[in-house]
């Protein structure tokens, strides 16, 4: 979900310790299931192929043992159509557009422009939180997802414009995208299959 990360930031998503985590992923480079790049800071982590494969497999085994496999497929299908809606905002958000050139940058000095969209992803975000809870209730590990998206959106609303899109925050964006991946890899669905 995270894609690199240090066992600082893994222990931070999901409240554990970072000592823990590192032994955990030591265990999980011994299986070759994650591996530290050799291109990046040797604190970093990420998941080998194997290491996927594995995980995604304990997910299935995980909604199965639990009954929870229908309940996350009609909570995914109700988070589509507001995946399908998340793109076009983030491109408005992102560019605005003008008669003689439809891909100038969004400066973000038209603060009426911005809160107009603001208030779109807000009530996007209201409506993902409806689906967040079932999920939640089901999965407890979803429930990590709905409170960054909130702290995302309120930094936004504070004028912070990184907390919308930015991937040098956990912006709204960003956990969007983690969620998205969290549920096709919960439901063995590959990426780009969903849409």
């Known amino acids: 979900m995270l894609g690199h990360a240090t066992a600082r930031q893994v222990g931070e998503l999901y409240e554990l310790q970072p000592a823990e985590v590192q032994e955990r992923l030591l265990d999980a480079e011994a299986h070759g299931w994650a591996r530290r790049p050799t291109y990046t800071d040797s604190s970093t982590w990420s998941m080998t192929d194997l290491g996927r494969q594995h995980g995604e497999q304990m997910l299935s085994d995980d909604l199965d043992a639990h009954g929870t496999r229908q309940k996350v497929e009609e909570g995914h299908r109700c988070f589509l159509p507001l995946n399908q809606r998340l793109g076009p905002l983030m491109t408005r ?3 605005r557009p003008t008669d003689d050139d439809p891909l100038v940058f969004n400066d973000h000095l038209d603060p009426l422009y911005d809160r107009a969209i603001l208030h779109e992803l807000d009530r996007l975000v209201a409506e993902l939180r409806d689906v967040m809870t079932v999920l939640a209730a089901e999965v407890p590990r979803f429930g990590v997802h709905q409170p ?5 959106l309120a ?4 004028g912070d414009h990184r907390w919308v899109d930015s991937p ?4 709204a964006n960003l956990v969007w995208i983690q ?6 890899a919960t439901l063995g669905i ?3 299959a969903d849409f």
Do not use: S
């Not at 930094?155 to 504070?158: E, G, K, Q, S, V």
């Not at 040098?168 to 912006?171: F, M, N």
């Open 93 to 95: 958000w992102q560019l």
């Open 179 to 184: 969620l998205h991946e969290d549920l096709l």
């Open 168 to 171: 040098e925050v956990a912006a």
């Open 148 to 152: 960054r998206i909130d702290t995302a």
């Open 190 to 192: 590959p990426r780009g």
């Open 155 to 158: 930094r936004a609303w504070d």
